[in-house]
């Protein structure tokens, strides 16, 4: 049986992130991959499989197989 990062392959899924394909455990909300990551949710847009969301319907949000995500963050400068 295959394994990545200790899970098991079948308890994980494909998703790609900002152009990546990364796998992660099955389940995950998009609240948890925003906390894991240390990204500021203020400073933040996410689209999720071609929509923009908002950050009230972050929280709902559980990532299933195949899921696109673009996490883009503000930069400020002067």
């Known amino acids: 049986m295959l394994r990545h990062k200790g899970f098991f392959m079948e308890e994980l899924m494909k998703v790609r992130i900002n152009g990546e394909d990364v796998f992660l ?6 609240s948890a991959i925003i906390t894991e990551r240390k990204i500021n949710a203020q400073a933040v847009v ?3 499989n071609g ?10 949000v559980v990532l299933k197989e ?5 996490i883009v963050s503000f ?3 002067g």
């Open 25 to 30: 455990p099955q389940g995950v909300s998009l």
């Open 46 to 48: 996410v689209e999720y």
């Open 51 to 60: 929509v923009i969301l908002t950050r009230e319907k972050w929280k709902p």
């Open 66 to 70: 195949n899921d696109t995500l673009e």
């Open 75 to 77: 930069v400020g400068g």
